[in-house]
């Protein structure tokens, strides 16, 4: 079965530094997702992106959060200026259509630690 | 606002013993529902959804999940688990057309010999 990667698996950084997190999708799908769960808490939904454009953000993808395809294989997730609150694992998605119905192929995570 | 709720952190299963895990959900209207499951190191890999239809829906490696909208109940079933069963395991729900997913907290399962 075709897989989502995501690089790199763990990633620890400075408050306040910037950091990138990336992900390729698999090679056909259209629609791609940012997730990330805090230690003992929930998996959240970030944003969704289509068409190289935001289709849809949570509250907590705030301007401090950007994403991207610039190349048009990699999906990146930008944090400006990290916080203690952004260490979570942070999971790529990707759909073929986008509709809920569509299955998500999902990635195996970045383990992101804020020092 | 929808959300899904999995009340047991916890369960220790023996390997062979039936399997159930609970989810409630709460959305105005008919969601659609899902289970995944996540084994240490991998991601999220999707066990079953129900969209509509029959309320009782089969999915991969043997498991099964019941819709019960009386009860806003969305229940994973397995008759026997396996030791490869022990993971983690998440309910969750969409909105109807909607692509985002809302996640409950997750049940992690302990498979003894």
């Known amino acids: 079965e075709p897989e989502v990667t995501q690089t790199p698996s763990h990633q620890v950084t400075q408050m306040g530094q910037e950091v990138i997190l990336r992900c390729v999708p698999i090679?056909?799908?259209?629609?791609f997702y940012w997730y990330r769960q805090i230690l003992g808490q929930k998996v959240e939904f970030l944003v969704s992106f289509y068409n190289n454009e935001i289709s849809e953000k949570s509250e907590i993808f705030d301007d401090q959060f950007s994403v991207e395809r610039p190349d048009g294989s990699n999906f990146t997730l930008k944090i400006r200026s990290t916080k203690l609150e952004d260490s979570a694992m942070y999971f790529c998605?990707?759909?073929?259509?986008?509709?809920?119905?569509?299955?998500?192929?999902f990635g195996s995570g970045t383990q992101l630690s804020v020092l | 606002a929808q959300s899904v709720t999995q009340p047991d952190i916890h369960i220790t299963v023996s390997e062979g013993a039936s399997l159930e895990l609970r989810c409630n959900y709460s959305?105005?209207?008919?969601?659609?529902l899902f289970w995944y499951v996540q084994s240490p190191g991998q991601g999220l890999q999707l066990l079953l959804k129900y969209f509509s239809g029959d309320t009782l829906v089969q999915g991969i490696k043997g498991f099964e999940a019941e819709f019960k909208r009386s009860q806003s109940s969305f229940n994973l079933r397995k008759p026997s688990v396996h030791w490869s069963d022990a993971a983690e395991y998440f309910c969750a729900v969409a909105k109807t057309g909607a692509n985002n997913l809302f996640f409950g907290t997750g049940t992690r399962l302990t498979v003894i010999p």
């Open positions: 998605a990707g759909s073929g259509q986008g509709a809920a119905g569509e299955k998500l192929f």
């Open positions: 090679s056909n799908h259209l629609y």
């Open positions: 959305y105005g209207a008919t969601p659609y």
